[in-house]
T-cell receptor, first 116, second 111 residues
């Protein structure tokens, strides 16, 4: 089945130790998103790629970076995790055919990050 | 900017109908979505409605859209314990790639 896959599902890291979360998709969508979600709050958009164009949200800390080496994969790098970065990280994909609105966003199962 | 509001909690008896409400501020919305999130899981797309529609029905789910009042609702008929989750409404704005999420409504279904 076509889907959005996130690995690992659970990640434990130490304070200040870099960590990378990965997302892959078989939907061939050209837009990929990373969200941070804390304690059943609404997901907060960190950044997204439209093809190779990177779009950072204004309030995303510099500690968070992303890479998209090809259509299928997108990575979230946290350079120096703090205790406040413990959260669920959600990847999503959608299709934007051109001008106008982007199509529906489909979410992966998320990666729960714990910072010790 | 766009603001999307939901009530935080809803508690219903199994077998009753649930109605979850959402209000939004931006009239340039295109699609409006309902997502379901179970504990520890990602967001599952339940249904969506295009902004030029008033109603959409999909099995036990009915979405109503009142564009004049900028009000969206999700009705779940014959609510089951498996429907217990957090429900997020989300609004897509024209010519952006982004969704604006509501605060989420926690639905609790009791026997």
């Amino acid at each position: 089945d076509a889907m959005v896959i996130q690995n690992p599902r659970y990640q434990v890291t130490q304070f200040g130790k870099p960590v990378t979360l990965s997302c892959s998709q078989t939907l061939n969508h050209n837009v990929m998103y990373w969200y941070q979600q804390k304690s059943s709050q609404a997901p907060k958009l960190l950044f997204h790629y439209y093809d190779k164009d990177f779009n950072n949200e204004a309030d995303t800390p510099d500690n968070f970076q992303s890479r998209r080496p090809n259509t299928s994969f997108c990575f979230l790098d946290i350079r120096s995790p703090g205790l406040g970065d413990a959260a669920m990280y959600l990847c999503a994909t959608s299709s934007r055919p051109g001008q106008g609105a982007t199509d529906t966003q489909y979410f992966g199962p998320g990666t729960r990050l714990t910072v010790l | 900017g766009e603001d999307v509001e939901q009530s935080l909690f809803l508690s219903v008896r199994e077998g009753d109908s649930s109605v979850i409400n959402c209000t939004y501020t931006d009239s340039s919305s295109t699609y409006l979505y309902w997502y379901k999130q179970e504990p520890g899981a990602g967001l599952q797309l339940l249904t969506y409605i295009f902004s030029n529609m008033d109603m959409k029905q999909d099995q036990r789910l009915t979405v109503l859209l009142n564009k004049k009042d900028k009000h969206l609702s999700l009705r779940i008929a014959d609510t089951q314990t498996g429907d217990s989750a957090i429900y997020f409404c989300a609004v897509a704005l024209y010519n952006t790639d982004k969704l604006i999420f509501g605060t989420g409504t926690r639905l609790q279904v009791f026997p």
